[in-house]
């Protein structure tokens, strides 16, 4: 995987450019809570990794990986705060130029799967909720886990009209 260029993420309302490479150690940071497997990972040095760790930090201004002192089963990483909200800058950056990248990532660290990208057309707030109104941009594929029953019931093919209902407990933004 190439991990050349840089990326400019939305970090506390600051725009920051990083460094993609360095992003993508971040993020592998995240994944494995290790600073040195994410350096095996990527092939780099642990000295790199800590360079890099250096490097991110003073460029948003904060702490992004807490760590433990290793010990016989090592040491564990984990991501700051800050470090997340990092990490989702950078994956929402990512979608831009890759549509469906939210979508296999959020279907990777969630159940959620069915992702509609859109424009927001109207926000109207009370003191405790706010509605939010949402303008599917282009047609995307959704998916339903129904039944075999019901599938009979409805005599099911490829390529058959249907309604889709949508009924959620949650509906979840990302911006």
Avoid: H
């Amino acid at each position: 995987m190439v991990w050349g260029g840089k990326v400019s993420i939305n970090v506390g309302g600051t725009k920051v450019t990083l460094l993609r490479r360095q992003l993508e150690f971040l993020s592998r940071v995240d994944k494995w809570q290790s600073i040195s497997k994410a350096c095996r990972e990527m092939g780099i040095s642990y000295r790199t990794g800590l360079k890099w760790r250096a490097d991110l930090e003073r460029a948003v201004g904060g702490k992004l990986i807490d760590s433990s002192k290793g010990g016989r089963g090592g040491g564990v990483s984990t991501t700051t705060p800050l470090g997340v909200e990092v990490l989702q800058s950078y994956y929402i950056a990512l979608s831009l130029d890759k549509p469906g990248m939210v979508k296999s990532l959020i279907g990777s660290r969630m159940s959620a799967r069915n992702v509609l990208r859109g424009i927001v057309r109207e926000v109207t707030c009370d003191s405790l909720i706010c509605k939010v109104s949402v303008v599917i941009q282009t047609p995307q594929p959704l998916v339903a886990l129904i039944t075999a029953d019901a599938a009979r019931e409805l005599d099911l093919r490829e390529g058959d009209s249907v309604s889709v209902v949508l009924k959620a407990l949650d509906t979840i933004l990302i911006k």
